[in-house]
């Protein structure tokens, strides 16, 4: 069975500019969540979709943001960026619609570096 | 609120030595607990996980019990090779926290031939 994987592996961007990265979950994985990874801050949550509404939200501002789809892919799109946006984002898929039970399985990343 | 703590790295040992990352946790109601791995230039691999008191996770000749009465979930290693060198994260999952993992800092094992 495939993994869950992302796209593009890596980006870079100016200030000012937004973005879009793409995750899809292993098949049959239901939720998708959001996690992003830097050297200062660590691994931090972004926000989880589940049957294509937002579950849950970290404590991001809003020009982060997220959709699924029918098929649970799931994008998350960042708006103005800023170079502390800089970051590996992770995204992480598990099977089930009962939160805090599941395992998460994570894809490569994507790396955004914002110039 | 939920919280891991692990030690900080980096770890340097030699192969075949024995290797321990300490995590601590604080969490209400029973969570699941976890050990990540990364490597460089890489996702996170799920290495084992625990899902209850005493519960002991296995894998690849790691081991982590889950210790309730010390909130504890150490990694260990009898025998480490280069290959394990990454880096290692304790996560908690809290079903107060809906599908939020909750992370360790993470700990840098260099493991030297």
């Known amino acids: 069975k495939a993994g869950v994987t992302q796209t593009p592996r890596y980006l870079i961007k100016t200030r000012g500019q937004q973005v879009t990265l793409s995750c899809s979950p292993i098949s049959g994985h239901r939720s998708v969540s959001w996690y992003q990874q830097t050297p200062g801050q660590g691994l931090q949550f972004l926000f989880e979709?589940?049957?294509?509404?937002?579950?849950n939200k970290g404590n991001f501002p809003g020009r982060f943001s997220g959709r699924q789809f029918s098929n649970s892919r799931s994008e998350m799109n960042v708006s103005t960026l800023e170079l502390g946006d800089s970051a590996l984002y992770l995204c992480a898929s598990s099977l089930s619609g009962r939160a805090g039970t599941d395992t998460q399985y994570f894809g490569p990343g994507t790396r955004l570096t914002v110039l | 609120g939920n919280s891991v703590t692990q030690m900080e790295g980096p770890v340097t040992l030699s192969e075949e030595a024995f290797l321990t990352i300490n995590c601590t946790y604080t969490a209400t109601g029973y969570p699941s607990l976890f050990w990540y791995v990364q490597y460089p230039g890489e996702g996170l691999q799920l290495l084992l996980k625990?899902?209850?008191?005493?519960d002991k996770g296995s894998n690849k000749g790691f081991e982590a019990t889950y210790r309730k009465e010390t909130t504890s979930f150490h990694l260990e290693k009898g025998s480490v090779q280069v290959s394990d060198s990454a880096v290692y994260f304790c996560a908690l999952l809290n079903n107060n926290a809906g599908n939020m993992l909750t992370f360790g800092g993470g700990t840098r094992l260099m493991v030297k031939p």
């Open positions: 625990a899902t209850k008191a005493d």
């Open positions: 979709y589940f049957s294509e509404t937002q579950r």
